[in-house]
């Protein structure tokens, strides 16, 4: 059974960076494109990030496009997300996630999740 557990979350100022990994494990990683989504408090989930299996392609929310970077190792099943001039409204609980189809954009064709990592931007 795929497992993801995410980590780097914290409180950061609004301008700040930050950086998410996600580990994964039980099962093959370069068959599975992998994704970040996140939950701003009140909303519904959302696609943030994607990157395809061998990481040829990367694609974004408009709302993060150019302030965010996500990437993988497939030597270490590891993805991260690089997140640059964060602001308030990126506020968020930010899952890692996993799906065997490429270009997924929506946070519901993704299979597998992680727990959750807090982000929280300060203005």
């Known amino acids: 059974q795929v497992q993801l557990v995410e980590s780097g979350g914290g409180s950061v100022q609004a301008g700040d960076s930050l950086n998410l990994s996600c580990k994964f494990s039980g099962g093959t990683f370069n068959n599975y494109a992998m994704g970040w989504i996140r939950q701003r408090p009140g909303n519904e989930h959302e696609f943030v990030a994607g990157?395809?299996?061998?990481?040829?392609?990367?694609y974004y929310a408009n709302s993060v496009k150019g302030r965010f970077i996500i990437s993988r190792d497939n030597s270490k099943n590891s993805v991260f997300l690089r997140m640059s001039n964060l602001k308030p409204e990126d506020t968020a609980v930010y899952y890692c996630?996993?799906?065997?189809?490429?270009?997924?954009?929506?946070?519901?064709?993704?299979?597998?999740w992680g727990q959750g990592t807090q982000v929280t931007v300060s203005s």
């Open positions: 996630a996993a799906t065997r189809y490429t270009g997924r954009t929506s946070y519901t064709e993704y299979d597998y």
């Open positions: 990157v395809r299996s061998t990481n040829e392609m990367s």
